[in-house]
């Protein structure tokens, strides 16, 4: 991504307000403070086959840029997810890039194969990093290269 890792860490560490980036939700709540263990509930635009979900803080290290989270409740079928989001400052071709690497792990649900909850899972986090990458370039061109806001 073409934008300072502080700026896209910024947005991507805000477990309370993933609908920064994530374009297919609609709405999030956060119960309690931004700490470990908290639930955020989820709405989800319509078309994905859900309308909420309740997501768990697993983990979030701002020296590392590392963001963890698990799936443990709602009206999906991705039973036993869980992700990490990992930031990374990059050069490529000698430019500073951003790298953001996804990892998930997921049970396949019955009447699909893995390949397809792979398929699925993939599409969701390929667009909401293309998402993230469009927010945070169009920031970075606007010169907001001071982190958002956090908690």
Not at 79 to 102: A, W
Request: charged fraction near 30%; charge should be neutral; include cysteine.
């Amino acid at each position: 991504m073409k934008a300072p890792v502080h700026l896209i860490w910024s947005l991507v560490r805000r477990f309370d307000q993933p609908q920064k980036y994530k374009p297919f939700v609609s709405r999030c709540v956060l119960q309690g403070d931004l700490q470990i263990g908290r639930v955020r509930e989820v709405n989800v635009k319509s078309g994905l086959l859900a309308t909420t979900r309740k997501e768990r803080l697993e983990y979030l290290d701002d020296d590392e840029h590392i963001l963890s989270m698990k799936i443990v409740g709602g009206d999906h079928r991705l039973k036993n997810y869980s992700s990490i989001v990992t930031v990374h400052p990059e050069v490529i071709d000698g430019r500073p890039v951003t790298l953001v690497i996804v990892s998930f792990t997921v049970d396949v649900p019955e009447g699909n194969t893995k390949d397809e909850t792979c398929y699925f899972v993939e599409a969701l986090i390929k667009c909401n990093l293309k998402s993230l990458a469009d927010v945070s370039e169009h920031l970075a061109v606007q010169d907001r290269t001071e982190p958002i806001e956090r908690m």
